[in-house]
């Protein structure tokens, strides 16, 4: 199995909602990403969690919240979001740390803040 | 610092060539490229990690110079299917002392029939 899944594929919100993305993948990677990317721009660095511990935070504001409850799985919190939160969110896996191993993504989850 | 990629944007007839261009001022310590078909997730290409290195098959196929500074991407006799957004990926220390990819801005390319 070499696929990453993301569920829900799409996520409509409100600012006051409570929503959580998922992510899972099978091919025993040993490092988990969360990315954001808006229209026509690349993939943001978001979290990066290595041996289930979150080892990059790249300055995400506190309404972004992940979890890694274990090596094939990683949530992302949602709480209070802004309506420019709206893009794409990516998760990627890889066997080690992004240094020179190809990362595997997921298709996304499209999430729309109101 | 995230790597520069030119162009930003190229339209090809099928079976014409590319090249995409990514640098940086610093020398890299790999280059990632992926490709990103519209509403899909980035597919990763190739990775180089040796200055002078060149990488891939007849059709898709990279270069890293060997001061580590810049890649190229060669696209020959482009096919339809080769459209969509290519990405180059450096890994860069960030702020927090941690190493991580930095994707470029994006090179856009359509192959037209």
């Known amino acids: 199995d070499t696929e990453v899944t993301q569920t829900p594929k799409h996520l409509v919100m409100g600012m006051t909602n409570k929503k959580s993305l998922k992510c899972e993948q099978h091919m025993g990677h040993r490092a988990m990403y969360w990315y954001k990317q808006k229209a026509k721009k690349p993939p943001e660095l978001m979290f990066v969690y290595s041996y289930e511990k979150l080892s990059i935070n790249e300055s995400v504001p506190s309404r972004f919240s992940p979890e890694c409850p274990n090596s094939s799985l990683l949530n992302l919190h949602l709480h209070a979001l802004q309506p420019e939160d709206s893009a794409l969110y990516l998760c990627a896996s890889s066997q080690e740390r992004a240094d020179n191993n190809e990362q595997f993504f997921g298709p996304g989850t499209r999430l729309t803040v109101l | 610092q995230q790597p520069v990629q030119s162009p930003q944007a190229v339209i090809l007839r099928e079976g014409e060539d590319a090249v995409i261009n990514c640098s940086s001022s610093k020398a890299l310590y790999s280059v990632h490229w992926y490709r990103q078909k519209h509403g899909e997730a980035p597919v990763f290409l190739m990775i180089?990690?040796?200055?002078?290195e060149q990488k891939g098959h007849e059709k898709i196929s990279a270069s890293f110079n060997e001061k580590k500074q810049q890649s190229s991407l060669y696209l020959t006799a482009s096919q339809l299917s080769y459209s969509g957004t290519y990405f180059c990926g450096t890994v860069l220390l960030m702020d927090t002392g941690r190493r991580a990819l930095t994707f470029g801005s994006g090179t856009r390319l359509q192959v037209q029939p």
């Open positions: 180089l990690l040796k200055g002078g």
